[in-house]
């Protein structure tokens, strides 16, 4: 239950990062890229987390801190997204361009539930 929470903190958060850039530059599609990566990497643990045995604690404290790390990376990928961006970033149209463009790179991760896959694909058809 904690770890569906979790999950899907991460990708609100993610969305929210994604909609508030936007561009359709190659340097804002790898940027999108880079933060859509470690979306993926987290949410890839976190279902790892979510599986493992509750018994099993070495496993279970070592993706623990592989979430504490990806929280912390995509910290430091939000930081540094909003002070290259920051002016881009109050542009409607920037916004929707990152989101459009963090919305394609997401569609990469194969961790990637169904329902999220589906939601993706249903924005970008938009």
Do not use: W
């Not at 990376?73 to 881009?88: A, S």
Request: charged fraction near 35%; include cysteine.
């Amino acid at each position: 239950m904690k770890i569906k929470s979790i999950l899907s903190v991460l990708v609100i958060s993610g969305t929210l990062i994604v909609s508030g850039c936007g561009s359709g530059n190659k340097e804002l599609k790898q940027d999108a890229a880079n933060i859509a990566d470690a979306m993926c990497k987290s949410i890839e643990t976190m279902n790892k987390l979510k599986a493992a045995a509750p018994g099993d604690s070495i496993l279970v404290q070592k993706l623990q801190n592989e979430v504490h790390k990806g929280q912390v990376e995509m910290t430091i990928l939000y930081d540094e997204f909003k002070k290259k961006y920051k002016e881009q970033a109050k542009s409607e149209k920037f916004n929707k361009e990152f989101a459009r463009d963090l919305r394609e790179s997401m569609l990469n991760c194969k961790a990637l539930s169904k329902e999220d896959r589906a939601a993706f694909e249903k924005e970008l058809s938009k």
